[in-house]
């Protein structure tokens, strides 16, 4: 079992980035860790139960695909979510830190449950690793890019 949690300091408003990450059509625009995302159920007024497919990277010019049940979602704040084929679970929370600065704490475990894949384990999780800490600041740098997405959420 790996774990691994970033954190990172934005300068959004939580708000913002919140809204951002809710548009699953432009998730592709910033992060380089999604190849591709499908709503497959939405879920409940607030996100809880949303079941999101996702195509992603891996080395050597694979891809993977992931189920991610998202639950617990606080709006503005964060979410958990499991991956149904494999277990993996993780969590994205955004806390306050004053005007238009938000610190991103992103924490996912993974296991490679196939024996003859656990080898690989290691470098395939460096590997999405730092595709997640490229998307998380990708978001930053698409918003910066974007003023006009959301400036209703710009705190004054």
Request: proline share 6%; aromatic share 12%.
């Amino acid at each position: 079992m790996r774990q691994h949690e970033f954190t990172v300091d934005l300068p959004h408003s939580a708000r913002r980035l919140w809204a951002l990450f809710q548009r699953y059509d432009l998730w592709k625009e910033y992060a380089p860790a999604v190849l591709d995302v499908e709503i497959v159920y939405p879920g409940d007024a607030d996100g809880n139960g949303l079941l999101r497919r996702v195509v992603y990277p891996l080395p050597f010019g694979r891809r993977g695909e992931s189920f991610e049940l998202v639950k617990n979602v606080r709006a503005n704040q964060g979410y958990d979510y499991v991956m149904l084929r494999t277990g993996l679970s993780g969590s994205m929370t955004l806390e306050p830190l004053g005007p238009n600065r938000t610190r991103l704490r992103f924490r996912e475990r993974f296991h490679i449950t196939k024996a003859w894949l656990a080898w690989l384990e290691g470098p395939i999780y460096r590997f999405i690793n730092k595709k997640n800490e490229q998307s998380m600041r990708g978001a930053a740098a698409w918003l910066s890019a974007h003023r006009e997405f959301r400036p209703d959420l710009t705190d004054p």
